[in-house]
């Protein structure tokens, strides 16, 4: 059942341990992101991932899987804990109905019970609804920009362009986060000191203007990655008709 914005549907998210689920978690990649085969993360992964400090969660509409999330285990060089959330699809028909939000609270829920501060995951940030959840619903920052994490791809949802991503740090249950996940706006460290904008409809450009869209798509990686150099962090974004803007100040 597809909804509004404003509008939660009626699914149920639950954890997953068993292999027929695993399967669904399979079949909704090949799915959401049209992977060729050697590009899906197969079913023993996701077993190990469920026994080793990971999770695997899915998102159930009746008895059909319809959106899924797992994350990995990982200890920093210093030795603290935290998870990385390496992958999270939702059918395209339920895009709009928030189920990537609550798994990603599922998610948070899980990591606070067991004492993990922090969630890592990485976005493309040519995705604006993306880092629009990511930022200003959640309350992630980015401080690492990564160029061509994964290497170009089969999926048509990245259009032939290099994987660079944004790597996104939840520090879970820190004031920013419950701020805003409790409804209120986020407290900002600084004034916002610079602005990285790309084209609202970047989707449109990378589908029918592959070269534009490449373009666009080095030149922010060269903002980003100098504001990173600089001690400045993405702590906010703002959507216009026109554009979707990361707001950077400095980060301690």
Same mark, same amino acid.
């Given at each position: %059942?597809?909804?509004?914005?404003?509008?939660?549907?009626?699914?149920?998210?639950?954890?997953?341990? !068993?292999?027929?689920?695993?399967? $669904?978690?399979?079949?909704?990649? *090949?799915?959401?992101?049209?992977? &060729?085969?050697?590009?899906?993360?197969?079913?023993?992964?996701?077993?190990?991932?469920?026994?080793?400090?990971? !999770?695997?969660?899915?998102?159930?509409?009746?008895?059909? %899987?319809?959106?899924?999330?797992? &994350?990995?285990?990982?200890?920093?060089?210093?030795?603290?804990?935290?998870?990385?959330?390496?992958?999270?699809?939702? %059918?395209?028909?339920?895009?709009?109905?928030?189920?990537?939000?609550?798994?990603?609270?599922?998610?948070?829920?899980?990591?606070?019970?067991?004492?993990?501060?922090?969630?890592?995951?990485?976005?493309?940030?040519?995705?604006?609804?993306?880092?629009?959840?990511?930022?200003?619903?959640?309350?992630?920052?980015?401080?690492?920009?990564?160029?061509?994490?994964?290497?170009?791809?089969? #999926?048509?949802? !990245?259009?032939?362009?290099? =994987?660079?991503?944004?790597?996104?740090?939840?520090?879970?249950?820190?004031?920013?986060?419950?701020?805003?996940?409790?409804?209120?706006?986020?407290?900002?460290?600084?004034? !916002?000191?610079?602005?990285?904008?790309?084209?609202?409809?970047?989707?449109?450009?990378?589908?029918?203007?592959?070269?534009?869209?490449?373009?666009?798509?080095?030149?922010?990686? *060269?903002?980003?990655? $100098?504001?990173? #150099?600089?001690?400045?962090?993405?702590?906010?974004?703002?959507?216009?008709? =026109?554009?979707? =803007?990361?707001?950077?100040?400095?980060?301690?």
């Amino acid at each position: %059942m597809a909804g509004s914005e404003a509008q939660v549907a009626p699914i149920e998210i639950r954890q997953l341990f !068993h292999l027929p689920e695993f399967e $669904d978690v399979l079949q909704l990649q *090949k799915t959401i992101w049209s992977f &060729a085969d050697i590009e899906l993360l197969p079913l023993r992964f996701l077993v190990v991932v469920s026994k080793v400090g990971g !999770h695997v969660f899915g998102a159930y509409d009746g008895g059909v %899987m319809i959106g899924f999330c797992f &994350a990995i285990p990982g200890i920093k060089p210093d030795g603290t804990p935290y998870l990385h959330s390496h992958m999270l699809g939702v %059918m395209p028909e339920y895009r709009n109905a928030q189920v990537g939000r609550r798994l990603k609270l599922r998610q948070r829920e899980d990591a606070v019970a067991r004492g993990i501060a922090l969630m890592e995951w990485t976005f493309d940030p040519l995705e604006l609804k993306n880092a629009n959840l990511n930022i200003e619903k959640l309350g992630a920052i980015v401080r690492r920009y990564a160029r061509n994490q994964y290497g170009t791809t089969s #999926s048509p949802l !990245h259009g032939g362009l290099p =994987t660079d991503r944004c790597v996104a740090e939840w520090w879970i249950d820190s004031p920013r986060v419950r701020a805003l996940l409790d409804g209120a706006p986020a407290v900002p460290v600084a004034a !916002h000191r610079e602005r990285i904008a790309y084209p609202a409809d970047i989707a449109s450009i990378r589908e029918q203007d592959n070269p534009r869209a490449r373009e666009i798509q080095e030149a922010n990686a *060269k903002k980003f990655i $100098d504001a990173f #150099s600089r001690g400045l962090a993405v702590t906010g974004f703002e959507r216009s008709a =026109t554009e979707g =803007t990361y707001l950077l100040e400095p980060w301690q």
